[in-house]
Nanobody, 122 residues
Framework: VQLQASGGGLVQSGGSLRLSCVASGNIFRINVMGWYRQAPGKQRELVAAITSAGTTNYADSVKGRFTISRDNAKNTVYLQMNRLKPEDTAVYYC?????????????????WGQGTQVTVSS
């Protein structure tokens, strides 16, 4: 299973970006999909997550500005980021809890995408 993230870039404060992450490979089912970020010198933190049923969870710092969504048919998760701030600057990683069928039945593994840089200038 691979996760391919895209959509990062450089934007001015107050601007918007939309991140996408597509999962591919031996996928039977995907439970939670989410976005994390890591700024220089800081720990990786959860930005937003969404279950297969559409239940969402956001970090307090992005509530009201970011929206996570997913297309289950396309195994894709999105992060719409509005009113961006310089403190949102980080590498953004997508994450997915993927169920795959193998010799011993259905097993779940957490996968990470390669990261996409988001830079917000003041």
């Amino acid at each position: 299973v691979q996760l391919q993230a895209s959509g990062g870039g450089l934007v001015q404060s107050g601007g918007s970006l939309r991140l996408s992450c597509v999962a591919s490979g031996n996928i039977f089912r995907i439970n939670v999909m989410g976005w994390y970020r890591q700024a220089p010198g800081k720990q990786r933190e959860l930005v937003a997550a969404i279950t297969s049923a559409g239940t969402t969870n956001y970090a307090d710092s992005v509530k009201g500005r970011f929206t996570i969504s997913r297309d289950n048919a396309k195994n894709t998760v999105y992060l719409q980021m509005n009113r961006l701030k310089p403190e949102d600057t980080a590498v953004y990683y997508c994450n997915a809890n993927v169920g795959s069928l193998g010799n011993y039945g259905l097993g779940y593994v957490n996968y990470w995408g390669q990261g996409t840089q988001v830079t917000v200038s003041s």
